[in-house]
């Protein structure tokens, strides 16, 4: 669902930056798991910790782009007219977290 009002992903630098600097860490821990995946020798338990942190990793992503979107767009919907809109965006997106 994208709003018509907001058609890129405007984020501050530093948002982005951060954001940038979690993913590339969270791919490497995606690679691992992976690797863990192809060793039989790999206890269950290790590899569901990694994914787990890597769930942790992509929430702390989400809270980041979701808390610059708050500010961003959120804030102002009522000023811009667009306050219904923003509120069922919101309600659609909080479904996944």
Do not use: F, P, W
């Amino acid at each position: 669902m994208t709003a018509t009002h907001c058609q890129s992903l405007q984020l501050s630098t530093k948002t982005r930056e951060e954001a940038t600097r979690r993913l590339r860490s969270i791919k490497g821990h995606v690679e691992g798991i992976l690797r863990m995946l192809a060793d039989e020798n790999i206890y269950c338990v290790d590899a569901l910790k990694q994914i787990k942190a890597v769930d942790g990793a992509l929430l702390k992503v989400s809270s980041l782009v979701l808390r610059s979107h708050l500010k961003d767009h959120v804030v102002s919907a009522e000023t811009r007219g667009d306050a219904d809109e923003i509120v069922d965006e919101l309600m659609e997106i909080l479904k996944y977290r």
